[in-house]
């Protein structure tokens, strides 16, 4: 992950955690807190999720896949006849790896969706950040204008 976008989204983030943190305090309602990563966990990038898949081909022979990412819960039944767009991996000895699954008994393609930036810093601290840049640039702009 970028060092200087991670910076801008923190630093944009935490002005809003500080307002929120004044307003809380004036309000008097909770701590105002909450669970929050640590600079080190964020820096590491999002974790990718590795299902190891056993499917059984037509001529009755077990093949090992992996599914890298996220998949419903309900995709897939262990009765249902799936069709797998797979690729090798650079590691020889790693099984292939799932890129595509078109489930024929509920007619529904399914794709893996791997972690990205976004998901891995989460819908909150983006929300944070961006009332966090709104109130930097008003207060830019106030200054500015005076």
């Keep these: 992950m970028g060092q200087p976008v991670l910076v801008a989204v923190l ?6 955690r500080i307002i929120g943190r004044l307003v809380v305090s004036v309000l008097r309602a909770g701590s105002g807190g909450g669970s929050r990563r640590s600079w080190k966990e964020l820096r590491k990038g999002p974790e990718y999720l590795v299902t190891p898949l ?3 081909a037509t001529d009755g022979v077990l093949c090992e896949m992996e599914i890298h990412g996220h998949l419903p819960q309900s995709a897939l039944e262990p009765s249902d006849h799936v069709q797998i767009t797979v690729r090798r991996q650079k590691d020889p000895e790693l099984a292939p790896r799932v890129e595509r699954i078109v489930n024929l008994t509920t007619a529904q393609l399914l794709t893996p969706h791997p972690p990205n930036l976004w998901s891995h810093l989460g819908p909150a601290l983006l929300a944070q950040a961006a009332i966090g840049l709104l109130v930097f640039g008003t207060v830019a702009a106030c200054t500015l204008t005076t």
């Design 54 to 56: 056993r499917i059984r």
């Design 11 to 16: 630093a944009a983030a935490s002005v809003a």
